[in-house]
Antibody, heavy 120, light 112 residues
Framework: QVQLQESGPGLVKPSETLSLTCAVS?????????WGWIRQPPGKGLECIGS???????YYNPSLKSRVTITLDTPKNQFSLKLSSVTAADTAVYYC?????????????WGQGTMVTVSS | DVVMTQSPLSLPVTLGQPASISCRSS???????????LNWFQQRPGQSPRRLIY???NRDSGVPDRFSGSGSGTDFTLKISRVEAEDFGVYYC?????????FGQGTKVEIK
């Protein structure tokens, strides 16, 4: 059973870089699939941030592309998100998820999410 | 980006009664491979989204058959044949045909 778990600081100062990690269990991320990040501001809808293929190719939402970096750490079986120059508008629950690009073109397995607040 | 528009945004329902949610996209969701990558998710309070339906009408494993999806092109519907207590929450449609993937605003299904 594939499971994902986000971790990282819950509070980030404005203008700094938000860094999160997603640990994957039950599947080796180097074997296949895309691995992605989605966020949800409090009381609002869902926004795709981007994803990374098991080969390392990345795909970012154009609205965030200039500030986003997603990387793989295959020895630790995890992947990470960095979002630079954050503002209060980046306050959200951040989810990591598996993107099934082979059959359904959708995020099919999600982590539980982690709340990140941007505040001084 | 493809804009996904759901209606209604709030749906009061009585237990045991049917419910229906509409989702319309600003562009056709038919991909070059002939598939239509329209998905439906359920999000209960305090939980992460759970996918219910993929490619318009295919239920994910473990999803009760009271949930059904239909539609084509730019117009899609999620139906619950008889709402149960565990079905209350927010439902989102999501398109995976065009990058970036985009979600509808969400429809809150609540007790009438």
């Amino acid at each position: 059973q594939v499971q994902l778990q986000e971790s990282g600081p819950g509070l980030v100062k404005p203008s700094e870089t938000l860094s999160l990690t997603c640990a994957v269990s039950g599947y080796s991320i180097s074997s296949g699939y895309y691995w992605g990040w989605i966020r949800q501001p409090p009381g609002k809808g869902l926004e795709c941030i981007g994803s990374i293929y098991h080969s390392g190719s990345t795909y970012y939402n154009p609205s965030l592309k200039s500030r986003v970096t997603i990387t793989l750490d295959t020895p630790k079986n995890q992947f990470s998100l960095k979002l630079s120059s954050v503002t209060a508008a980046d306050t959200a629950v951040y989810y990591c998820a598996r993107w099934d690009g082979y059959n359904t073109n959708a995020f099919d397995i999600w982590g539980q999410g982690t709340m990140v607040t941007v505040s001084s | 980006d493809v804009v996904m528009t759901q209606s209604p945004l709030s749906l009061p329902v009585t237990l045991g009664q049917p419910a229906s949610i509409s989702c319309r996209s600003s562009q056709s969701l038919v991909y070059s491979d002939g598939n239509t990558y329209l998905n439906w998710f359920q999000q209960r309070p305090g939980q992460s989204p759970r996918r219910l339906i993929y490619k318009v009408s295919n239920r994910d494993s473990g999803v009760p058959d009271r949930f059904s999806g239909s539609g084509s092109g730019t117009d899609f519907t999620l139906k619950i044949s008889r709402v149960e207590a565990e079905d209350f929450g927010v439902y989102y449609c999501m398109q995976g045909t065009h990058w970036p993937p985009t979600f509808g605003q969400g429809t809150k299904v609540e007790i009438k």
